[in-house]
């Protein structure tokens, strides 16, 4: 799967494409949107226990194509869900 992604962290706007797992550069228009803070970017995969990976994911928004935001969770090696 390839699908491009805009993430805005803390008011800062980045775009990249996950293809078949690899990061690379944005290509076409976003399939999906993240909004997140820095913060809750890092307890998101890195957090002392699941449930301050949980909570931050829970505040991390994803929006668009389901196979897509799934692509890009796994890049990262976000739990899907939440």
């Not at 228009?29 to 994911?57: K, M, S």
């Amino acid at each position: 799967m390839e699908a491009t992604c805009r993430v805005e962290v803390d008011g800062r706007r980045f775009e990249f494409a996950v293809t078949h797992g690899r990061l690379g550069g944005a290509r076409g228009e976003p399939l999906v949107t993240i909004t997140a803070g820095a913060a809750d970017l890092v307890a998101a995969r890195l957090g002392a226990g699941e449930a301050d990976r949980q909570a931050a994911l829970r505040r991390i928004r994803f929006d668009g194509d389901h196979d897509a935001i799934e692509a890009v969770r796994q890049a990262f090696s976000l739990p899907s869900g939440c």
